[in-house]
């Protein structure tokens, strides 16, 4: 694993984690294999160690996936489900406004309908809340108007691990509820009081792979009922059979697809069963039949055919945000409606709906984005207060609820630390935080919440590196004022100092198309498998700089005598042309470089590329 550190000046003032060298382990695995020894060292940097590991890896297969049985709950849950078909009464999906709650929502609808007795409507309806008028979680009102319609088993996804009190209406209206969720439970309260909870980090479950994303759990349940439907029932017209070869050749791979965008746009580690579910369902995306994401690809510039689906950073960087962009910027529900459209037309229609609604969306970023610089830029003129702040929090009035999650991982990017971002509206604050990495973030709100009185928030949740809450203005000095005195001591210079891990040396005979063939064998990349980077050392740079559209930069780099190749530095983070100038870079100057293996796929241009991830003036000591 990697331990060794150098601390030597880089453009971005980053540690260099650096491997290893390689044991017994990778040169084990790069002979079984027969696979260079960076392939290997790679694969072991990852925890994978064996050649029997190595193949489960590399060939993910469905038969991989866990016994949906496996999770607390889902026994009673399958059986109220086909009580409900075989009754034939009306089942309400409570989903969520993001992608895994849309396409969760979407899948569990599809596997219901797939086993209700053809020759009448589906049972199932779906509510999508609003971000804005609703808010996260499952309201009292939706519910009431559910009981009144008729409803008796709603089914939550994406949500629900601590709707308590929803818990309570539900019983009050008769209605049962089965809450199917992946985020973390209350650690005092339990569970909420329903039919069935079905969440692999529940108190007692003893599921395998507890990294499953909200889609993922909805999947399993809509998994167990078509297994389940498998066999016929006593009763003919309680439900409808499915065949088995007609599941495991079809309809799970169809739903895989949703899983897949899910699993990747919640940025779950694609590890374990996660690898498996997106390795497959990207699979599957090569075959567009569905109108409505298939004209979304389109206008995003997927490109998915027969030989080669999208990549998840296809799907993470130009799907998913479209599909996100209907929850953050209008009506949720749409996503939904595109994934169930019945004609090309329609389908084609609410995906240019999303489309624009991206655009919108990416409008109203940049502005308050602007605003929030601003703030950061004073901050770091003011250094000793910017170090006791430890978590940050930024607040605006009138800000865009829809786009503050998005603008807090934009101040991790620029400040290193954990940050949250409040938009005030009518005396109330809405809040979205990101952390770094090993700083637990719901544990540090919980703690500001519950520290002494007042209590600060009125709803919050999430995870170690992700939360939202909602609490009243002037309670926001002393969110500030707790968070920062709970960071005193957690959060080390180590966290926030930003650390580049290098997966390999790579020898410059390795950097040919060839490379980027085994690099397929290791995707998908995301996160818990992020793409390898690899190291450089003592290339030349034949020609000046050039700036590319006036933020980026090319260099061309001789990494051998024989050999050049073109490195891009795109300015996401770090304006690289004013970088490269100021740290004196010029033709014939020596660097070492870090960066990722791209493909140029230009028929008189192409070939192998770099991306610039990092670089610093190569040591005299290690000039050739």
């Known amino acids: 694993m990697p331990e060794s550190e150098e601390e030597i000046a880089t453009a971005r003032n980053a540690r260099w984690v650096l491997p290893d ?40 297969d469905i038969a991989a996936l866990h016994d949906p049985m496996l999770l607390c709950g889902m026994k009673e849950a399958v059986v109220r489900v086909l009580q409900a078909v075989a009754k034939r009464e009306p089942i309400l999906i409570y989903g969520d406004y993001d992608v895994d709650g849309t396409t969760a929502t979407v899948l569990l609808k599809t596997a219901i309908d797939r086993i209700t007795p053809a020759g009448g ?20 009102s939706v519910l009431a108007e559910a009981a009144t319609q008729g409803i008796r088993l709603v089914i939550s996804v994406d949500t629900g691990i601590r709707a308590f009190a929803a818990a309570e209406e539900s019983k009050r209206l008769g209605l049962d509820l089965i809450v199917t969720d992946h985020h973390l439970p209350d650690g005092m309260q339990g569970i909420p009081e329903a039919v069935a909870v079905i969440n692999p980090n529940q108190p007692g479950c003893d599921y395998p792979y507890k990294e499953l994303c909200g889609a ?95 990549s998840a950073t296809d799907i993470a960087f130009r799907v998913a945000p479209r599909i996100n962009a209907a929850g953050r910027m209008d009506v949720a529900a749409d996503v939904v409606r595109m994934f169930l459209a019945r004609t090309p037309e329609e389908g084609a229609a609410l995906a240019a709906k999303l489309h624009q609604l991206n655009e919108d969306r990416r409008n109203v970023e940049a502005s308050v984005l602007a605003t929030l610089e601003t703030q950061m830029e004073a901050l770091r003129a003011d250094e000793p ?7 940050l929090v930024l607040d605006g009035e ?28 009518d005396g109330q604050a809405h809040g979205s935080g990101r952390s770094v990495s090993g700083f637990h973030l719901l544990d540090a709100i919980t703690a500001a919440h519950s520290e002494e009185e007042p209590l600060l928030f009125d709803r919050f949740g999430g995870h170690a590196h992700a939360v939202g809450f909602s609490l009243p203005s002037d309670r926001v000095p002393l969110l500030r004022e707790r968070l920062s005195a709970y960071s005193t001591g957690k959060l080390s210079s180590a966290m926030l100092q930003e650390r580049i891990a290098i997966d390999a040396e790579l020898p410059s005979a ?29 290339c030349q740079v034949e020609e000046a700089p050039k700036t590319l559209k006036e933020r980026h930069i090319k260099l061309r780099i001789r990494i051998s005598p024989e050999s050049t190749v073109d490195c891009l530095g795109w300015s996401r983070e770090i304006v690289w042309p004013e ?28 070939g192998v590329e770099m991306e610039l991830c990092d670089l610093r003036l190569t040591s005299p000591t290690t000039t050739n």
């Open 579 to 606: 970088k490269i100038a100021e740290m004196g870079i010029m033709s014939g100057s020596r660097i070492d470089v870090v960066y990722r293996v791209r493909e140029n796929r230009h028929p008189q241009f192409g």
């Open 21 to 60: 060298e390689p044991g017994v382990e990778a040169h084990g695995l790069a002979v079984a294999l027969e696979q260079p020894l960076w392939f290997a060292q790679t694969l072991v940097s990852r925890g994978i160690e064996t050649p029997a590991d190595a193949r489960r890896f590399l060939v993910p």
């Open 216 to 310: 993922a759990v909805a999947f399993k349940l809509a998994h167990a009922l078509l297994h389940a439907a498998t066999k016929p029932a006593t009763d003919p017209n309680a439900y409808r059979a499915v065949d088995f070869l007609a599941l495991w050749d079809k309809l799970l791979p169809s739903l895989l697809k949703l899983v897949a965008i899910a699993t990747i746009a919640d940025s779950v580690p694609l590890t374990g069963e996660n690898r498996v579910i997106v390795a497959l369902g990207l699979r599957a995306l090569r075959d567009q039949r569905q109108s409505g994401l298939r004209a979304l690809f389109d206008l995003a510039g997927v490109v998915a055919d027969e030989e080669r689906g999208p």
């Open 398 to 425: 009138g800000w865009h609820r829809g786009v503050i999650g998005i603008l807090a991982s934009r101040v991790v990017e620029r400040m290193r630390r954990p940050a949250l971002v409040i938009a005030h509206e």
């Open 385 to 391: 207060a910017l170090s006791n702040m430890g978590c």
């Open 510 to 538: 390795e950097l040919n198309p060839d490379l980027i063939k085994k690099l397929h064998l290791l995707e998908p990349f995301g996160q818990g498998n992020r793409e390898p980077l690899f190291l450089s050392r003592d």
């Open 121 to 140: 409507p589906s049972l199932v309806r779906y509510h999508i809340p609003h971000r804005i008028r609703e808010g996260y979680g499952i309201q009292s």
